[in-house]
């Protein structure tokens, strides 16, 4: 076997394989188990049920067994107690603090999204605050912010249309996996309660006419687990050691989840299925795996991830988490992707599905993005409700007893399958990654840039400008090569040399990615995992961001002597980070010149 660069009959063929109605069928059968918690019989029962037709299908797999600190809320209330009196029923958080049944007492204040900015508005201080969920503020980063601002307890009312009655079991754990002993105080650290969009409403109400006091009351079991999640493995035929990673989460909260994220279950064991049946065609491997601890904050894939992390870092090339796909009244498609794959999703969406994606990038880090510390590039693919980041994107269903069978469209689904499955099929069998780091380096140097104007002189970035800008001339230097031998690769009667040079550029993308990306995308870096959609992590280069801060301080100040000292050791980290990368990129490329590319 040789690698198959692009074959489009073949790629034709394989699509024709593929079969909504297998996948449907696994759809059902999730639908009909009604709920999967983290350690629960009926989740051991969804785990055997795959490890059974993966088995069918002739793939090999694993159970792996952990510890997981998983939480089983219940329902809780809020009774208003002044101006007026009103019971109101809701949901309490995983791994909200519980109250007791007598509850507690306090001044409820309305905080929007429940931002940074929301709370520059109002007092929090010992107050009980109401938010409305959103995406702009995920879930656990709003009970983060709303510990930093003082408040003693959160509120959120849903989203989507007023006259549904849905209420979403939300998490309160800022901390992503497993807890440390650094991070315990982070958790169950405020009673956390779930509302109706109605409910949320008439006290946002409420509160814009005067005061308002209630009490508060909820009910949590949050417990160590034995838990259980099942890893399978394609082996590809030339380099079997290298792998992409398809994953999605198997648990749920209460509930049928049948759009998040029963759709995605079934649509990795239709990859599972006809990704074994073209097995002796695939050059690189293929690893899917089914996580528990989702709800928990991706307690699963941390796990792996901590267990695994140098198999990962050597040998994972890419990664795609399926999750929330396929539902019903879909408005466009999206991915979401680092920017070393960005044209590369773009090019597979156009051919596969004949459509111009939108090209989102990263914003919150959210949904099993575990791998971002080790720099594995990311991408997401989906069709999409709304624009983004409309309130009812996922559906006011979302995390409730209404997510059914009824909410999810086989067209939708199929699509995203069919684009994922040639993704990941060129990532098994293209001779060189189809990645470029120019437009990292963009990147780079577009937020360089802007940082270093608003600095006003209060820090100097213009030798780590000058560092992106080299590496944008190496990685096009980089990109022309292997290009080159691609084209030559497939006119070659003697494959064995144009393949070591591939192999040389794949190792220096994947270096470049485990580089540069940590640092484009995280502040806890590669050995670290940031809080739940910690929004620091919106604008790239994230440790660099509080230039802008520092540029109002008073340069007398203590507090700005301070905060450049800590930026100063961050831009050092930014500077070195570009140096290795370049250094990389020039080592590699007179490995590759030194021996004659032939035409």
């Known amino acids: 076997m040789s690698w198959l660069i692009r074959d489009a009959k073949f790629e034709k063929d394989f699509l024709n394989f593929l079969s909504i109605e297998e996948l449907w069928k696994h759809v059902n059968w999730f639908a009909e188990l009604e709920t999967r918690l983290p350690g629960s019989s009926s989740e051991l029962k969804a785990v055997e049920y795959i490890k059974k037709t993966l088995e069918s299908y002739g793939v090999s797999s694993d159970i792996l067994e952990f510890d997981a600190y998983v939480s089983f809320p219940s329902y809780g209330e809020l009774k208003i107690v002044f101006p007026e009196r009103r019971l109101i029923t809701g949901k309490t958080s995983l791994h909200s603090a519980p109250t007791g049944p007598e509850g507690f007492e306090g001044e409820l204040v309305y905080v929007g999204d429940g931002s940074f900015e929301d709370y520059k508005k109002v007092d929090a201080k010992s107050k009980i605050v109401l938010a409305k969920l959103s995406r702009k503020v995920p879930h656990a980063e709003k009970n983060r912010i709303a510990k930093e601002y003082g408040a003693?307890?959160?509120?959120?009312?849903?989203?989507?249309?007023?006259?549904?009655?849905?209420?979403?079991?939300?998490?309160?754990?800022?901390?992503?996996?497993?807890?440390?002993?650094?991070?315990?105080?982070?958790?169950?650290?405020?009673?956390?309660?779930?509302?109706?969009?109605?409910?949320?409403?008439?006290?946002?109400?409420?509160?814009?006419?005067?005061?308002?006091?209630?009490?508060?009351?909820?009910?949590?079991?949050?417990?160590?687990?034995k838990c259980k999640q099942l890893i399978a493995t394609i082996k590809g035929m030339l380099e079997p050691e290298k792998y992409t990673l398809i994953h999605g989460h198997l648990d749920t909260v209460p509930g049928p989840g049948v759009t998040d994220n029963a759709t995605g279950d079934s649509l990795m064991l239709e990859m599972a299925r006809i990704f074994a049946q073209h097995q002796t065609k695939l050059g690189r491997s293929i690893k899917i795996?089914?996580?528990?601890?989702?709800?928990?904050?991706?307690?699963?894939?941390?796990?792996?991830?901590?267990?695994?992390?140098?198999?990962?870092?050597?040998?994972?090339?890419?990664?795609?988490?399926?999750?929330?796909?396929?539902?019903?009244?879909?408005?466009?498609?999206?991915?979401?992707?680092?920017?070393?794959?960005?044209?590369?999703?773009?090019?597979?969406?156009?051919?596969?599905?004949?459509?111009?994606?939108?090209?989102?990038?990263?914003?919150?880090?959210?949904?099993?993005?575990?791998?971002?510390?080790?720099?594995?590039?990311?991408?997401?693919?989906?069709?999409?409700?709304?624009?983004?980041?409309?309130?009812?994107?996922?559906?006011?269903?979302?995390?409730?007893?209404?997510?059914?069978?009824?909410?999810?469209?086989?067209?939708?689904?199929?699509?995203?399958?069919?684009?994922?499955?040639?993704?990941?099929?060129?990532?098994?069998?293209?001779?060189?990654?189809?990645?470029?780091?120019?437009?990292?380096?963009?990147?780079?140097?577009?937020?360089?840039?802007?940082?270093?104007?608003?600095?006003?002189?209060?820090?100097?970035?213009?030798?780590?400008?000058?560092?992106?800008?080299?590496?944008?001339?190496?990685?096009?230097?980089?990109?022309?090569?292997?290009?080159?031998?691609?084209?030559?690769?497939?006119?070659?009667?003697?494959?064995?040399?144009?393949?070591?040079?591939?192999?040389?550029?794949?190792?220096?993308?994947?270096?470049?990615?485990?580089?540069?990306?940590?640092?484009?995308?995280?502040?806890?870096?590669?050995?670290?995992?940031?809080?739940?959609?910690?929004?620091?992590?919106?604008?790239?280069?994230?440790?660099?961001?509080?230039?802008?801060?520092?540029?109002?301080?008073?340069?007398?100040?203590?507090?700005?002597?301070?905060?450049?000292?800590?930026?100063?050791?961050?831009k050092n980290k930014v500077s070195d980070t570009l140096r290795w990368a370049v250094e990389i990129m020039k080592e590699t490329i007179e490995g590759i010149t030194s021996t004659k590319i032939q035409g």
């Not at 069998?429 to 437009?439: A, K």
Request: hydrophobic residues 40%; proline residues 4%.
């Open 289 to 570: 795996a089914w996580w528990t601890g989702h709800e928990d904050m991706y307690e699963g894939s941390t796990w792996f991830v901590d267990t695994f992390w140098e198999d990962l870092d050597r040998n994972c090339i890419a990664q795609t988490n399926i999750d929330i796909v396929g539902l019903k009244g879909q408005h466009k498609y999206v991915t979401r992707t680092f920017r070393e794959m960005k044209k590369f999703e773009r090019q597979v969406i156009k051919e596969v599905l004949g459509v111009d994606a939108e090209i989102m990038r990263w914003d919150h880090k959210t949904a099993e993005q575990t791998f971002w510390a080790l720099g594995i590039p990311s991408f997401v693919e989906r069709t999409q409700l709304k624009e983004w980041p409309a309130e009812e994107a996922l559906g006011w269903w979302f995390h409730s007893e209404y997510d059914t069978l009824d909410k999810a469209d086989p067209e939708a689904l199929e699509k995203v399958l069919k684009s994922l499955a040639i993704s990941i099929l060129r990532l098994s069998n293209t001779l060189v990654l189809p990645f470029e780091f120019i437009s990292v380096a963009d990147e780079f140097i577009d937020v360089l840039r802007d940082l270093n104007e608003k600095a006003q002189g209060s820090i100097d970035l213009n030798e780590e400008i000058r560092k992106a800008e080299e590496l944008k001339s190496q990685a096009t230097r980089l990109n022309e090569i292997a290009n080159k031998i691609s084209l030559n690769y497939e006119r070659a009667e003697e494959k064995k040399e144009k393949e070591k040079l591939a192999a040389k550029v794949n190792t220096c993308f994947m270096k470049l990615s485990r580089l540069l990306n940590p640092v484009l995308y995280t502040v806890a870096g590669r050995y670290g995992q940031d809080p739940i959609a910690y929004s620091p992590l919106l604008k790239p280069i994230p440790i660099l961001q509080p230039i802008k801060d520092l540029a109002l301080l008073n340069q007398n100040s203590g507090e700005f002597k301070s905060l450049k000292t800590k930026i100063v050791r961050e």
């Open 152 to 225: 003693v307890g959160l509120v959120i009312m849903n989203w989507g249309p007023i006259e549904k009655k849905a209420i979403a079991w939300n998490s309160a754990k800022p901390t992503w996996g497993n807890p440390t002993p650094e991070s315990w105080k982070e958790i169950a650290n405020m009673p956390v309660l779930s509302i109706t969009r109605e409910d949320g409403e008439y006290l946002k109400q409420l509160c814009a006419r005067g005061s308002v006091r209630v009490k508060v009351r909820t009910e949590v079991v949050s417990e160590w687990r």
